[in-house]
């Protein structure tokens, strides 16, 4: 490995929020916001919803499973 890499590999951060963090900026667009960003945040919440459900079911998971 080159010096030049080792040094890439050490100042790589990941920012990426997680939704929990997102989750207060976008209830303040729906909340406040114009129409395309309320839009913006209906479509978000509906990606993350699919991909939420795509993970139960490659998971197993089913509602009652709370227990």
């Known amino acids: 490995m080159t010096e030049e890499n080792k040094v890439s590999e050490l100042?790589?951060?990941d920012i990426t929020?997680?939704?929990a963090g997102i989750m207060p900026?976008?209830?303040a667009v729906l909340e406040n916001g114009t129409?395309?960003?309320k839009?913006?945040?209906?479509?978000e919440l509906m990606r993350l919803a699919r991909a939420v459900d795509?993970?139960?079911d490659?998971?197993?998971?089913?509602e009652d499973d709370d227990d």
Not at 58 to 62: E, L, T, V, W
């Open 11 to 13: 100042t790589k951060i």
């Open 17 to 19: 929020p997680d939704w």
């Open 25 to 27: 900026g976008l209830i």
């Open 35 to 37: 129409n395309e960003g």
């Open 39 to 43: 839009k913006m945040v209906r479509e």
């Open 54 to 56: 795509a993970l139960k």
């Open 58 to 62: 490659r998971a197993g998971i089913r």
